[in-house]
């Protein structure tokens, strides 16, 4: 018989190739075992990654319940990493389809978790998130100081967001300000 962590594999690997229906089956199946051998940490891990998949394939109801179902699991289980990383597979998937205030309370949440739990990388990361959705729904400059504090705390910055943060750094020196 194959384990759930055998399918959980095989999915993964599928998903990195782009084969998403596939991926989807094998994340199912995982899903199924691990709710029978009472691994409800890894369920809910299968039903985020099946929201994620989802969202690739463009199918957004069953998205948004896998990712809903997920964040509840996770957060009932106390597991609040990947609570906050849910919340922000949420966020993005309410963002892609204009839902941007929703969006952005999830995003919020998000951040806030991975303050807690000093997780500054992914902090970053969605902060930026954050910032974009606040920027696109009109809040420019509320979104701008979010982006910006997202992109201060990312330890591991892209070429382009070190660049960035020199700008940053910069005008705040002409400016007077710290930086």
Do not use: C, H
């Not at 995982?30 to 985020?48: D, H, I």
């Not at 309370?105 to 807690?116: D, K, P, S, W």
């Not at 979010?146 to 070190?162: C, F």
């Not at 750094?169 to 300000?177: D, I, K, Q």
């Amino acid at each position: 018989m194959v384990s759930g962590e055998a399918l959980k594999a095989e999915g993964l690997r599928l998903f990195e190739e782009g084969l998403y229906e596939e991926a989807a089956e094998r994340f199912g199946q995982a899903q199924e075992l691990f709710v029978a051998e009472g691994k409800q940490v890894e369920a809910a891990e299968m039903l985020n990654n099946l929201g994620v998949v989802y969202r690739l394939m463009g199918q957004w109801d069953r998205a948004r319940a896998a990712l809903e179902e997920a964040q509840a699991a996770f957060g009932r289980l106390g597991d609040r990493n990947r609570e906050a990383q849910t919340l922000g597979n949420l966020g993005g998937l309410l963002a892609s389809r204009g839902d941007r205030l929703r969006a952005q309370e999830y995003l919020r949440q998000a951040a806030e978790i991975f303050e807690e739990l000093g997780d500054t990388q992914r902090q970053g990361e969605t902060l930026l998130a954050l910032g974009a959705q606040m920027w696109k729904s009109g809040d420019r400059r509320g979104g701008l100081a979010t982006y910006e504090a997202g992109l201060l705390l990312l330890e591991r910055p892209t070429p382009q967001q070190k660049a960035l943060r020199g700008l940053l750094r910069l005008r705040g020196r002409l400016l007077g300000g710290k930086g």
